[in-house]
């Protein structure tokens, strides 16, 4: 069992940047791929970005291509995510899981542990 710890969030000003951290501990092995998602009160968790366990193949949704960065370290059994000219739609809750396989998945139930979530929120 995998247990994984969010930090990182707060409120930033449109345009400007974050980073958000994820500690894994427990049963790291296995080679997982990564993921960041996010949630909105009364919407579905969506995906946001992730990686495989060698951190050389990445994926992006759409909304924040171009502006976040995921990577991971796996020295430190850590997985970031760096947000860049954030926007007032960033704002969520952003959550890390860890995926059932190597392969990187958008869907939220092809992840088999989840952090706690850290609150991101971006004024205008």
């Known amino acids: 069992q995998v247990q994984l710890v969010e930090s990182g969030g707060g409120l930033v000003q449109a345009g400007g940047s974050l980073r958000l951290s994820c500690a894994a501990s427990?049963?790291?092995?296995?080679?997982?791929?990564m993921g960041w998602f996010r949630q909105v009160p009364g919407k579905d968790r969506e995906f946001v970005a992730g990686?495989?366990?060698?951190?050389?193949?990445?994926h992006y949704a759409d909304p924040v291509e171009g502006r976040f960065v995921i990577s991971r370290d796996n020295a430190k059994n850590t997985v970031y995510l760096q947000m860049n000219k954030l926007e007032p739609e960033d704002t969520a809750t952003y959550y890390c899981?860890?995926?059932?396989?190597?392969?990187?998945?958008?869907?939220?139930?092809?992840?088999?542990?989840w952090g706690q979530g850290t609150l991101v929120a971006v004024s205008s």
């Open positions: 899981a860890a995926a059932r396989s190597g392969k990187i998945e958008e869907l939220a139930s092809n992840y088999i542990a």
């Open positions: 990686l495989n366990w060698y951190g050389d193949h990445t």
């Open positions: 427990g049963s790291t092995s296995g080679l997982p791929a």
